[in-house]
């Protein structure tokens, strides 16, 4: 009896009360809520402008490639013909170093793509595999462990044709699967900017 009392005589401010802490509670969920799509837009941002970089860089990778991959002809060409390798020190090296700073960027982001970062570690590998490739040192020193000038030109063009479809080729596919999930995650953050 005494609470049903307390309810009736207090029944205005009880529903005051109740509706304070009705409003309170909404405010502070709608200003959580805010902040966080906030935080998740400047996040988006950050992570756009991060993969637009990797977009630049393995696009100027491919123009190298390209280049290289011609000078490559031109050099197996003139080693056949000296029956050595021409070149000791490697005609080009890729830089990865933007790459490689950008990778463990990527996975601090909410909305990063695993599969990026799998064709990103890919690639990574395999341009470091073809910089080392480049340096025909370690190649030339085999090469004086063969005596028939024949068996010297085939491996002289056995390895410029690995170096070719094993490295160079797998890399270029290997971009250009880089470039079309890049562009796609892109979709939309160049109009947004407008």
């Known amino acids: 009896m005494i609470v049903i009392d307390f309810l009736h005589r207090n029944e205005g401010q009880l529903f005051g009360i109740m509706g304070g802490i009705i409003v309170a509670i909404i405010a502070s969920f709608m200003t959580y809520w805010l902040s966080q ?3 998740l837009q400047n996040d988006k941002k950050a992570y756009k402008s991060l993969i637009y970089t990797l977009l630049v860089e393995v696009t100027w990778h491919k123009n190298h490639l390209k280049l290289l991959k011609g000078t490559l002809g031109d050099i197996r060409i003139a080693s056949e013909l000296e029956h050595t390798f021409v070149l000791k020190e490697p005609p080009m090296q ?22 990026l970062v799998t064709l990103l ?19 030339g020193i085999l090469l004086n462990y063969i005596k028939d000038i024949k068996d010297i030109d085939c491996k002289i063009t056995s390895y410029f044709y690995v170096l070719n479809t094993e490295y160079l080729d797998k890399a270029m596919i290997n971009i250009e699967d880089i470039r079309n999930l890049i562009s796609k995650e892109l979709k939309g953050f160049i109009k947004e900017k407008k």
């Open 37 to 39: 799509i906030q935080i």
């Open 94 to 115: 890729f830089s990865l170093s933007i790459i490689e700073a950008s990778l463990p960027k990527i996975v601090n982001y909410r909305i990063y793509n695993s599969r």
């Open 121 to 139: 570690t890919s690639y990574l590998n395999q341009i470091r595999d073809i910089n080392h490739y480049l340096d025909f040192k370690n190649a």
